[in-house]
């Protein structure tokens, strides 16, 4: 597909999406059709962020690679991290030395491995603002060549597009279903029933590390001091039963 084509097929889909699992889906088409075989949405992570999961939105990355990011804490060494703290371009980057065009990341071996593992050696990153002043980031991975000038452009005006109506659709949500995420949610649900960190960690194939940061993170956001103080106040605003 020519590049006004793809754009006006893609953008099309973008304005007409009335849920935010309609712009993922999109999102989705973006990915397949610049080379790429997933997306990843997070928040921007900040200094004191040591794992990848807690910060995740959206994604189709595969479960055994975030497993395996957070597990060797690569968050703290990704050398995408601190270049985009200063952009506001999307960035072209290949975990290959001296392979990235512009700023050069360089990978460590051991990142770098986990990456050819997921044939994910070649992406874009795109940090993102929400009206509400909140940082983001939206990532996209796979093994297709580096983009071109012109395809990087429009890339990065779709994905700006498609992040400003899934940003909207997010803020007119009612209040309680934007209060946790669908993860945190989901250990919460777990931990209502009684499940220890462990356990749930097993259920979810994720770390008693993770889990333990995705119930912190609820504790903070409804402002309660323990788990079942937690747990009781999300059975009273609803957002469990």
């Known amino acids: 597909m020519i590049t006004l084509e793809r754009q006006s097929h893609i953008s099309k889909a973008l304005t007409s999406a009335d849920t935010r699992a309609e712009v993922v889906t999109a999102l989705s088409h973006i990915t397949s059709q610049f080379g790429f075989r997933y997306f990843m949405l997070t928040n921007a992570p900040v200094s004191t962020d040591t794992l990848l999961e807690p910060l995740i939105i959206e994604s189709t990355m595969p479960n055994a690679y975030i497993s395996a990011f957070d597990h060797n804490h690569f968050l703290k060494i990704c050398p995408l991290v601190p270049l985009l703290k200063n952009m506001v371009l999307p960035l072209c980057w290949n975990c290959e030395p001296g392979r990235a065009e512009g700023s050069k990341p360089e990978f460590p071996d051991a990142l770098r491995n986990l990456l050819h593992a997921h044939q994910m050696c070649t992406g874009v990153a795109m940090p993102l603002q929400s009206s509400d002043g909140s940082n983001y980031v939206i990532h996209l991975g796979g093994s297709c060549p580096l983009l071109t000038l012109p395809e990087l452009n429009e890339v990065g005006m779709l994905l700006l ?5 899934y940003d909207r659709l997010r803020r007119q949500e009612p209040a309680t279903t934007k209060l946790l995420t669908v993860r945190e949610l989901e250990v919460l649900r777990w ?23 995705y119930l912190n993170k609820a504790i903070k956001k409804l402002d309660c001091v323990n788990r079942t103080q937690l747990v009781a106040k999300a059975i009273r605003l609803r957002l469990i039963s």
């Open 161 to 165: 597009q498609a992040f400003t109506i």
């Open 191 to 213: 931990t209502s029933q009684g499940k220890t960190s462990s356990e749930i960690a097993s259920i979810l194939s994720l770390s008693d590390h993770t889990i333990n940061a």
